[in-house]
Structure formats: structure tokens, C-alpha cells
């Protein structure tokens, strides 16, 4: 799915610089779940960032689907990113003043594509946040506002989904269903998911990225 060949990242300013990622060479398959772990600071949503085109490296490439994503222009990167590309930010991201289900649509809206009332309710109770379908997200506990987000991505069945320390917020058990309904959807699309908890990834990964 994806190729990195000597990947540096630095973030300047007048006073400051900052070496996120230093000649990062990887590939990255077209399924399973793989999970980056490393300690806090050492790039984890850096590489995230890249790899969903909102940010672009200081140095190397960056192949995605066997294109060069240096050479195309912004409107490809944002083609990419809207219809192959599901991202689970740390933030959510999510309208809080719309309701679950308006949240959730609207990620088919913007794909151009027709609203499917019956697949996103069974989205929903998958996640187990049917009966909070109609509540606005800004009343939402932030476990519950996770599985919005979640269930925003999977809806678009795009080719990759990035999460970003995605069961961080949830309790234990809600962890369990989230992890066991993106193990499912990876055996036919790559996950990449972020994390500082190295249990869930022996538990749950096909491969481990040390940053
Ligand atoms: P992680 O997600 O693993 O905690 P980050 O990718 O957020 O790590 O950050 C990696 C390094 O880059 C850190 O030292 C952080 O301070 C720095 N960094 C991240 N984002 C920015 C930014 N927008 N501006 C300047 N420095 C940044
Ligand atoms: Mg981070």
C-alpha cells in the first residue's frame, strides 16, 4: 500500500528545529494490522500525518498505491485522502453540534456518495452506540465520541484506516469490541494503528513498527 524511502521530517521555525523522523525506510502491506509503538515524542503521529497526505516530508518519498505522492498535485492527495483513506485522529474531529448519525453521514456526503440509512445504523450498533444515534456528539463521553469517529472511517470502506492511540479513551471491554471489529475489517484493508500500549499490540498486530 504504501513505500517510504528515506523519510526525514523537521519541523522549524525562526528559533527552533526539530527532528521528528530521521531516514525512515518502510513499506507498508495491503491488509492486516499493524501497529507503530514507540515512546511519546518519537514521531508516531508524525508518520501518521504522512502518511494520510495532511503533512509532506522534508526529505524522501512517499508511494501510496504505487504512485509518487511528491509528484501529484493537491487535488489527487485529496482525492486519495477522501475516498481510500479513513483517519481516527487523537482530536475525533467530529461536528459536536450534529448528532451520531448526522456525523457519520456526512462521511458518505463527502465522498458523493448516497446515503445508506440501514449501513450505518448496523455501523452503529457494531460499535454499540446505536441508542446514542440521534444525541448530539457535543453530549457525548469521549469513549463514545471514539466510536463515532471510528465508525466515520469505516463507513467510507476505504483501502486504509489510521488511528491515532484509537482505544485510549475507551474502557476495557468497549477496547475489546473496537479492536476485535478492526481486526475483522483488516483482512481485507491495512490498519495502521498507533499506540503506547504494547499488550493490545502483541495481542492484536500482524507486524510491530518500533519508532
Ligand atoms: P508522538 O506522536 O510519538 O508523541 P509526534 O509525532 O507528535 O510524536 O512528535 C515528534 C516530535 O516532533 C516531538 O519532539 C514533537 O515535539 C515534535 N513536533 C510534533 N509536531 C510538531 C509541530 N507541529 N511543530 C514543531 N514540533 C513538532
Ligand atoms: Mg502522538
Known amino acids: 500500500m504504501y513505500l ?7 519541523y522549524a ?3 527552533n528545529k526539530e527532528t521528528a523522523l530521521n531516514n525512515i525506510s518502510i513499506s507498508f502491506p495491503n491488509s492486516g494490522m499493524v501497529f507503530v509503538v514507540g515512546k511519546s515524542g518519537s514521531g508516531k503521529t508524525t508518520l501518521l500525518n504522512l502518511l494520510s497526505f ?11 498505491l504505487g504512485v509518487n505522492i ?7 492527495r485529496s482525492f486519495f485522502r477522501k475516498n481510500y483513506i479513513g483517519f481516527v485522529s487523537q ?9 451520531v448519525y448526522e456525523n457519520v453521514a456526512f462521511s458518505l456526503e463527502v465522498q458523493g456518495k448516497k446515503i445508506n440509512k440501514t449501513k450505518i445504523e448496523s455501523l452503529l450498533e457494531r460499535l454499540g452506540i446505536l441508542e446514542y444515534k440521534n444525541k448530539k456528539v457535543i453530549n457525548l463521553s469521549g469513549g463514545q465520541k471514539q466510536r463515532v469517529a471510528i465508525a466515520r472511517a469505516l463507513i467510507k470502506n476505504p483501502k486504509v484506516i489510521l488511528c491515532d492511540e484509537p482505544t ?19 483482512k481485507d484493508r491495512l490498519v495502521i494503528m498507533v499506540t503506547h500500549n504494547p499488550e493490545l499490540a502483541k495481542k492484536y498486530s500482524t507486524r510491530i513498527v518500533n519508532l
Open 4 to 10: 517510504l524511502k528515506n523519510i526525514k521530517k523537521v
Open 13 to 15: 521555525d525562526d528559533k
Open 54 to 64: 495532511f503533512d509532506t516530508p522534508t526529505e524522501g518519498t512517499i508511494e501510496f
Open 70 to 76: 511528491n509528484s501529484v498535485n493537491d487535488d489527487k
Open 91 to 99: 482530536e475525533f474531529n467530529l461536528f459536536n453540534s450534529l448528532s
Open 168 to 186: 485510549g479513551a475507551l474502557d476495557s471491554t468497549t477496547s475489546v469490541q473496537v479492536m476485535e471489529l478492526l481486526k475483522e475489517v483488516a
